[in-house]
């Protein structure tokens, strides 16, 4: 089946940096466009960077600048290079796919920015 892990979360200061990371199995992963999302508390998941099979990338306006999204299709794994945080880039970030017509979320990883 298909499966998605993020790893690379965890508590940073204002200004820092995190690198988050998605494994993922049971797909072609070399075929597709893979995406993190991200929800705050109380908030509605928003789209954070998507990166197609190709190589294009697409960032949300409030991260462009400070948050790069790669893909190694040799390991099955996307990547979330994250600098210069912001508290109000505290949240759950979620790795996604659609595949098949249908959509694939790993479990999240929590970031936490604050002082």
């Known amino acids: 089946q298909v499966r998605l892990v993020e790893s690379g979360g965890g508590l940073v200061q204002p200004g820092g940096s995190l690198r988050l990371s998605c494994v993922a199995s049971g797909i072609n992963f070399n075929i597709g466009t893979m995406e993190w999302y991200r929800q705050a508390p109380g908030k509605s998941r928003e789209l954070v960077a998507e990166?197609?099979?190709?190589?294009?990338?697409n960032y949300a306006d409030s991260v462009k600048g400070r948050f790069t999204i790669s893909r190694d299709n040799a390991k099955s794994t996307v990547s979330l290079q994250m600098n210069s945080l912001k508290p109000e880039d505290t949240a759950v970030y979620y790795c996604?796919?659609?595949?098949?017509?249908?959509?694939?979320w790993g479990q999240g990883t929590q970031v936490t920015v604050s002082s």
């Open positions: 996604k796919t659609t595949r098949w017509g249908r959509y694939y």
């Open positions: 990166v197609t099979d190709s190589g294009s990338t």
